[in-house]
Nanobody, 115 residues
Framework: QVQLVESGGGLVQSGGSLRLSCAAS????????MGWYRQAPGEQRELVAT???????NYTDSVKGRFTISRDNAKNTVDLQMNSLKLEDTAVYYC?????????WGKGTLVTVSS
């Protein structure tokens, strides 16, 4: 059974930092592209960042230079370090793993940025 369990969300002031973590089980972790997506209230879910098994990364423009995605293939974890957080970063953040047409999602963790 595949499980993706996110942790690390919470309330933070604008300009602050948070680190999200996702623990994966039930998959051959290293072959999956891991990603973080987010969904703000009333908005569609959007890509934040992805990382391949080899460590190649991709970021949406709005988080470039502020967020860093990383993974540990030995521990089956993927992290998202979020710095210089802005009000518009408030959303539920979801962990995702993808291999060809196979997609799995975590249940999400809420990040709230306050002024």
């Amino acid at each position: 059974q595949v499980q993706l369990v996110e942790s690390g969300g919470g309330l933070v002031q604008s300009g602050g930092s948070l680190r999200l973590s996702c623990a994966a089980s039930g998959i051959t972790f290293r072959i999956y592209v891991m990603g973080w997506y987010r969904q703000a209230p009333g908005e569609q879910r959007e890509l934040v960042a992805t990382i391949t098994g080899g460590g190649a990364t991709n970021y949406t423009d709005s988080v470039k230079g502020r967020f860093t995605i990383s993974r540990d293939n030995a521990k089956n974890t993927v992290d998202l370090q979020m710095n210089s957080l802005k009000l518009e970063d408030t959303a539920v953040y979801y962990c995702n793993c993808r291999f060809v047409s196979i997609n799995y999602w975590g249940k999400g963790t809420l990040v709230t940025v306050s002024s």
